[in-house]
């Protein structure tokens, strides 16, 4: 509805287009247009009071990415270059050899932090309507990377993997069939080599998180050293877990030689965090703590977010109370902490659905766009646990 309102000039032209039939439909590769992800946080401006010094701003800056990246290309490209004052460099749209179609989308973008470029590479997430990302999520087959461990299949189709060839370190570039990872890499490579300073990141939510978290992997599994080397850190937004307990020590290694970050977010219940299932050494894991935020945006560093597999007979109760709280939040927040916090009516019916999946409304963009302001400045100095 907002987008069929914006298309034929607001609410009364609307109606009396559809009543004379001259009802405009919605352009989706307008600027304007905002996916159903975009109509629950119409939010593009970075919060002016986060200042580059401020140990929130890379994180600050990486969710409104990811929370960007769910829109079309000249979305992005207009909140980059007009809302953030930053260079747009690249809107990636990739194939998945085994879904036949260009499923991975992501963006590439570059500012200034300090004295130094920042590059900014974002990985979208999943698509609420669309079949072929949910079937990267629910591919839960494994992947086994030699001398790294398994890996969640559906993540590394959607990030580049061939049905004949796995992972070979060099492949003829195709422009009608770009791997997300192989033209993402060498946009970095071109860009890097003219600034030799210059750093970049890795961010996503849901699984554009766990796509950030795999292509670091896939670099050191390509001895990919000196990308490495100019890898700022690694933010993650909601992310599911993406391997088994090999690859979160491989992982760990790969962090600690090269000197990483790696800020994973989780707020509160969101259910995704503690999806897939985890009871032994052979399931799913994730790696190396978590920034936790509860529903009041108080966070800690944990081992692991609580609950962590979600399905709990004694989490149930307060899961479902927490969710009846941030129904009512969503009509308070404006009041509490200002405009830039109005929750949108297609917020406020995603927090409905939160009464009866408790956990799934919390997964959206909104609350981890508002852990990152309104969170404590401290919390992002402080290291995850091992």
Known sequence: MPNFMLANGGLSKLLFNVVSGKMVLPNKESPEYLTTIGLLDIRRDLDNRIKHEDPRYISALAVMASKSAYENKEHIKETV???WKMEFLEFFDCWNDYEEDNTTQGFMWSGKNGDFELIGVCFRGTSPFNAKDLSSDVDLSWYKLPGIGKVHAGFLKALGLQKSQ????????DDKKPY???????????????NPNAKFLLTGHSL????????PAILAYHDETNLLSKLEGVYTFGQPKVGDHKFGEYMKVVLVTYGLTYHRF???????????????DLYFKHFGGCYYYNSFYKGQVLAEEPNKNYFSIFAIIPMFANAFWELLRSFIMYYQNGPEYYETYTCKGWRVIGLLIAGLSAHGPTD??????????KLCMTS???
């Open 180 to 194: 997300a990872y192989y033209a993402i890499r060498e946009k970095l490579r071109k860009r890097l080599e003219n």
């Open 368 to 377: 981890y766009v508002n852990l990152t302001r309104l969170g404590s400045p």
């Open 384 to 386: 995850l646990a091992n």
């Open 208 to 215: 554009g998180g766990a796509l950030s978290v795999v292509f």
């Open 166 to 173: 796995g992972w070979p370190k060099d492949i003829q570039l």
């Open 81 to 83: 270059e007009t809302h």
């Open 266 to 280: 989780v707020y509160c219940n969101d259910l995704v965090p503690r999806v897939p299932f985890d009871s032994s």
